[in-house]
């Protein structure tokens, strides 16, 4: 398989993401799509070390939980560029999430234990950076485990790049997949913590007691205060009834029942409340990328459309892990309606439902 290499220098990697954000000279069109053009190979240029990390942390996840969800993506260029704006200081070249891949595992246990498994394994590659945000979970609400590796393998010219590996356990996978869902659908960017108070406050008080639920404390908490307020924003935001709304149909897709790591080019079109997937083979990365990045370009000024090339061994486990763009949060409605079944028993007068 023919690998895609980094084609420019770690500084023109950096000044094509800084002219990215910066207000452009529109006359200048040849050197805008230079920069786009940087900007993907450098993107492209992480398969190989993503491939390579995710066939370890694929043998460690699978020795907690069989079932384990083990995928791969690469950033979209529209979430590239919203980082460099929002986070101060942010430089293309240094970003450690440009390649990601996701572990979703049954429960919490089961995550630390993912964790320690690969953090302990034999593996060439360097632990860069862990957050736990288990222990210290982000302003919005979100928990998971984050690691950051450096390919240090046997193909030196990938050296150096980062992957950025995020392992969450079923309940706290959903907890996300719904933030991105509402982002979405609604414009926001709840996952950045920007967004509508009110949407804001719900997910960071169900964040509280979905993390209840994992530590068996639900019925315990059930009458606490930030339980009352969550029941209270469930019935205002009426959030049942919007996310069977937001619901894509995805029946056209059909059944999958093949095992190997193909890439899927999903493009969710909002406004038609649909998606569509494109397969190509593992061996075909250099076409997918190419793609991808016309794709992205096509739909760059267009917010009611949302493209990913990802990586998943089927359809099936593609929709598991990437719920998001299939609007897929029966997961997390199932959650939430067994946290309003807890305040009921509580307050029996209870009205909250969809």
């Given at each position: 398989m023919n690998w895609i290499e980094l084609a420019f220098s770690k500084k023109q990697v950096r000044r094509a993401g800084d002219y990215l954000i910066e207000k452009q000279?529109?006359?200048d069109v040849d050197k805008l799509f230079e920069s786009f053009d940087v900007l993907s190979n450098w993107r492209s240029s992480h398969a190989y070390p993503m491939h390579s990390m995710l066939m370890y942390f694929r043998n460690k996840a699978f020795l907690v939980d069989a079932k384990a969800l083990v995928v791969q993506r690469l950033k979209r260029t529209p979430s590239i560029l919203a980082k460099l704006r929002r986070e101060s200081g942010m430089k293309l070249d240094r970003m450690e999430d440009v390649a990601g891949c996701r572990i979703v595992v049954s429960t919490k246990a089961d995550v630390y234990l993912t964790r320690d498994l690969i953090v302990g394994g034999r593996t060439r590659n360097i632990l860069h950076r862990e957050r736990d945000y288990i222990?210290?979970?982000?302003?919005?609400?979100?928990?998971?485990?984050?690691?950051?590796?450096?390919?240090?393998?046997a193909k030196k010219q990938y050296n150096n790049h980062k992957i950025e590996l995020q392992i969450r356990s079923k309940i706290q996978h959903s907890w996300a997949t719904?933030?991105?869902?509402?982002?979405?659908?609604?414009?926001?960017?709840?996952?950045?913590?920007?967004?509508?108070?009110?949407?804001?406050?719900?997910?960071?008080?169900?964040?509280?007691?979905?993390?209840?639920?994992e530590n068996r404390k639900l019925a315990k908490d059930a009458s606490s205060t930030e339980r009352h307020e969550l029941i209270k924003y469930i019935s205002r935001l009426d959030v049942l009834s919007r996310l069977r709304a937001f619901a894509v149909s995805t029946r056209h897709l059909g059944k999958d029942t093949s095992n190997k790591n193909d890439f899927f080019l999903l493009t969710l079109e909002i406004d038609k409340s649909n998606i569509k997937v494109r397969r190509f083979p593992s061996d075909q990365l250099g076409y997918a990328s190419r793609e991808y990045a016309e794709q992205e370009a096509k739909f760059k000024d267009n917010d009611q459309k949302d493209v990913v090339l990802v990586a998943a061994s089927s359809i099936h486990s593609l929709k598991k892990a990437y719920p998001n763009y299939f609007a897929d949060t029966t997961e997390f409605a199932k959650y939430l309606e067994k946290i309003i079944e807890a305040d009921k028993k509580i307050h029996p007068t209870s009205s909250v439902g969809g």
């Open positions: 000279d529109v006359s222990a210290n979970p982000k302003d919005s609400g979100y928990r998971g485990i984050h690691l950051v590796y450096k390919y240090s393998g719904a933030v991105e869902v509402v982002d979405a659908f609604t414009g926001q960017a709840l996952k950045a913590s920007q967004g509508h108070d009110a949407w804001l406050n719900f997910f960071k008080y169900t964040s509280v007691a979905f993390s209840d639920m």
